[in-house]
Nanobody
């Protein structure tokens, strides 16, 4: 089996920064794209940022220039550096990864979510 474990959420003031991490572990053969999604109360889950195995990235318009996604393939870990945080960034942030397991089966996996709250 495969697990995605997130860390780094918390409460920060507007204008502050946070760094989220998500580590994949288990019977992993390879990891394709990895990404971060978020879901605010009463809203649908939305893509925040994604990164391919080759390092190509894409971002939601609302976070461009403020957030940076990166990954360490050796550690099976994806990061989200969030700067200039705004109250509207408040949400539960979820890690996502497309993973091929050692038995060659391919599945989409989600982390448990980490709360990010931006408030003064």
């Amino acid at each position: 089996q495969v697990q995605l474990v997130e860390s780094g959420g918390g409460l920060v003031q507007p204008g502050g920064s946070l760094r989220l991490s998500c580590a994949a572990s288990g019977s992993i053969f390879s990891i394709n794209a990895m990404g971060w999604y978020r879901q605010a109360p009463g809203k649908q889950r939305e893509l925040v940022a994604a990164i391919t195995s080759g390092g190509s990235t894409r971002y939601a318009d609302s976070v461009k220039g403020r957030f940076t996604i990166s990954r360490d393939n050796a550690k099976n870990t994806v990061y989200l550096q969030m700067n200039s945080l705004k109250p509207e960034d408040t949400a539960v942030y979820y890690c996502n990864a497309g993973i091929q397991m050692l038995n060659m089966r391919y599945n989409d996996y989600w982390g448990q979510g980490t709360q990010v709250t931006i408030s003064s």
